[in-house]
């Protein structure tokens, strides 16, 4: 009996180790749903609340337009409000499961810097572009008033030819990623990093909105025009995004590569070890 249990110990333990691999292997593969829908929520939330403050600004008969007359300063107040709306998102449980991305090109940025595996990168993508079309759904509620604005939908600016406002997603895109290399890369500036998105979207939104819109973000682009049909320049708003992450973590690869975890904010909170999984370098 001793002898016979001493055997079936020894195999249990020889068999430990590549039990342990198979399984480590499997979770790696796959893409925990949890992070997938947080996304799709977070991305539904920026486009829904941040595209309302559009419409309440700029909109035809609009409370905004007759409260400040001013163009310029409702600019100002509309980046800023929109860039808090995202502040906060990274600040809910959205930030906590998913690290609050809310947007392709900030998962595009971290795949480029190695912190997440190709295909959750890809889950992320497409939970973001369906969370931007639903987002933009209860928009439709405005009826004419929001209609007046093509329901926030970015569309490039009147007078202002392809080139001009491809460069303008791309600057603003470049400031984005910039901005988040900055303050996730100096471990002093990363809790802070929720604030710099009303800030700098209050600058970007005033100085460079009458050129495209300034998106910054494919997924929030995609849903107003679904919902409005206005797609005039739509590849300008994937393209130039695209250009302006490339650009930002080539020149900024000095602090991206000092980003610990795919995330923006709740950089220790993991409960599930899911960010344990699928941060990987590219591919």
């Known amino acids: 009996m001793t002898s016979r249990s001493s055997y079936s110990l020894r195999t249990r333990e020889r068999k430990s180790p590549d039990n ?22 977070g ?43 995202g502040a906060l998102i990274a600040l ?13 090109v ?10 997440l595996k190709s295909k959750t990168a890809l889950g992320y993508v497409l939970a973001q572009r369906a969370g931007g079309i639903i987002g933009a759904l209860p928009l439709l509620l405005w009826g004419a008033m929001g209609g007046s604005v093509a329901f926030g939908a970015t ?23 910039a901005g988040l290399c900055i303050f996730l890369g100096y471990r002093p500036l990363r809790p802070f990093t929720p604030a710099l ?40 708003y994937w393209v130039g995004p695209m250009i302006g992450t490339l650009a930002g973590v080539a020149v900024f690869s000095f602090l991206a590569r000092r980003i610990e975890v795919a995330k ?13 999984t699928i941060t990987s370098s590219p591919g």
């Open 264 to 276: 923006v904010y709740h950089f220790e909170s993991d409960r599930r070890r899911l960010f344990r």
């Open 43 to 85: 991305t539904a939330l920026l486009v829904c609340i941040g595209l309302t403050i559009v419409i309440l600004m700029f909109g035809t008969g609009s409370p905004g337009a007759r409260a400040i007359p001013d163009e310029g300063w409702r600019r100002l107040i509309t980046g800023f409000l929109f860039g808090t709306t």
């Open 92 to 104: 809910s449980p959205v930030g906590t499961e998913s690290g609050a991305h809310i947007n392709p």
């Open 106 to 115: 900030v998962t595009f940025g971290f795949w480029m810097m190695g912190k």
């Open 197 to 236: 998105f009303p800030f700098l979207y209050a600058l970007m939104v005033y100085a460079e909105s009458p050129l495209s819109g300034t998106s910054t973000n494919p997924a929030r682009s995609l849903g107003p025009a679904v919902v409005s049909g206005a797609w005039q320049g739509w590849w300008i």
């Open 155 to 177: 569309l490039p600016g009147e007078g202002y030819d392809a080139g001009t406002v491809l460069l303008g997603e791309a600057i603003t895109t470049f400031g984005l990623i």
């Open 20 to 41: 342990t691999f198979m399984n480590s292997e499997k979770e790696t593969q796959q893409v925990p749903w949890q992070i997938l829908v947080s996304e799709l929520v």
